[in-house]
C-alpha cells in the first residue's frame, strides 16, 4: 500500500531527529575531548612551568614555541619576549651554523644531544650552558625539548682554580730554585771559609790554633745563617730578647725600651750584647736597630 504524505512527513522528521540526536551526541563528546584536552593541557604546563631546569621547545624551524618559567629567568625575558624567538637569536653568530645543524641532525634522525653551549641572554649577557636534548613528536610534529644547566659559576670557579694552580706552581718552582741557590752558597761556604779554617785548626804540636777556632765558629754561625735564615738565628732569642729586639726595630732608644719593660738601662744594655752575640754582630760596625729593621 502507497506510504501517505503524513506517513512519508513523520519519517523525514524522525531522520532528522535521529541526525540532530547524533550530531547533539558527537557535539557533547567533542566538548568533553576539548575540556578534557584542555585540562591535560593545563596540567602539562603546570608541570612545564614548575620543572627547576630551564626548558625550551624548538620546532623544525628552530623556533621558541613554549618556553618555560626557568628558562624566562636564565635568559631575563619574560615568556612573551622569549616565545616565539629563533634560536639564532639566541647564539653568538660564529657558533650557530655549527649548532644549527647539530639541532636539525637530532630531528631528522631521533638523536638526542648532550654538550656545552653558550648562550646570549637579555641585554647581550653571555650564559655558559650545559644543554640535554631530545626529540619529542606531538600531533604528527617534532619538536626538540631542550633543557639547560647554567655552569657560569662552575666556569668561573674552575678558571679560577686554574689560575691559583699556575700561581702555585710559580711559588713552588721559585723556591725549588732558591733552595738550589742555598745549596751552592753553603758548598761555596764550605769550600771557602770552613775547609781553610780546618785544615789551619790543629798546629804543628797537635794543639788547637784558639784565632782559627773562633773563626771556625764564626763561619759555622754564619753558615747557619745562610741554611736557615733569620728564622733559625731569632728562634735562639729568649722572649724578653724578642720583647727588646721589637721595641729597638720600632726605633725605641735603650732609656724607652727600659721604661716599656720596667728594667733598667744597664740591663737593656747587657741584653743587647746577649742579642747582638746571637745574630752574629760582635766586633761588627753594624747598628743593632739598623740590623732588625732590615732584617
Known amino acids: 500500500m502507497p506510504m501517505s504524505t503524513i506517513e512519508l512527513t513523520w519519517g523525514i522528521i524522525s531522520i532528522i531527529a535521529l541526525l540532530l540526536s547524533l550530531a547533539a551526541v558527537i557535539v557533547i563528546s567533542m566538548i568533553i575531548h576539548s ?25 623544525e624551524e628552530c623556533r621558541l614555541v613554549s618556553v618555560n618559567q626557568a628558562a624566562c629567568s636564565l635568559f631575563e625575558f619574560n615568556e612573551k619576549e622569549l616565545s616565539g624567538l629563533y634560536v639564532e637569536e639566541l647564539i653568538p653568530k660564529e657558533r650557530w651554523p655549527k649548532f644549527k645543524n647539530e639541532i636539525l641532525k637530532c630531528l631528522v634522525s631521533d638523536m638526542d644531544y648532550h654538550g656545552e653551549i653558550t648562550l646570549i641572554g637579555k641585554n647581550s649577557k653571555v650564559l655558559q650552558t650545559e644543554i640535554e636534548a631530545t626529540v619529542h613528536i606531538t600531533n604528527g610534529s617534532k619538536y626538540l625539548l631542550a633543557s639547560f644547566r647554567d655552569i657560569g659559576a662552575h666556569k668561573q670557579a674552575e678558571e679560577a682554580f686554574k ?12 723556591l725549588e730554585e732558591e733552595k738550589l741557590k742555598f745549596k751552592r752558597q753553603i758548598a761555596d761556604t764550605i769550600d771557602q771559609v770552613i775547609a781553610p779554617i780546618l785544615s789551619k785548626l790543629v798546629k804543628d804540636d797537635g794543639t788547637v790554633s784558639s ?5 771556625l765558629q764564626d763561619g759555622l754561625s754564619g753558615l747557619a745563617l745562610e741554611a736557615g735564615g733569620m728564622l733559625h738565628t731569632y728562634g735562639r732569642l729568649t722572649p724578653r730578647e724578642m720583647e727588646i729586639c721589637n721595641l729597638l726595630k720600632s726605633g725605641a ?15 737593656v744594655n747587657k741584653h743587647r750584647e746577649r742579642i747582638r752575640k746571637k745574630l752574629v754582630l760582635v766586633k761588627k760596625d753594624v747598628n743593632l736597630s739598623t740590623f732588625l729593621r732590615q732584617n
Open 163 to 174: 689560575e691559583k694552580n699556575a700561581a702555585l706552581n710559580e711559588v713552588l718552582a721559585f
Open 211 to 215: 784565632n782559627h777556632l773562633n773563626a
Open 35 to 59: 575540556n578534557k584536552t584542555r585540562e591535560s593541557e593545563g596540567k602539562y604546563r603546570l608541570l612545564f612551568d614548575r620543572v627547576l631546569a630551564p626548558i625550551i621547545l624548538i620546532d
Open 253 to 267: 732608644t735603650s732609656k724607652e725600651v727600659a721604661e716599656a719593660l720596667d728594667i733598667s738601662i744597664l740591663t
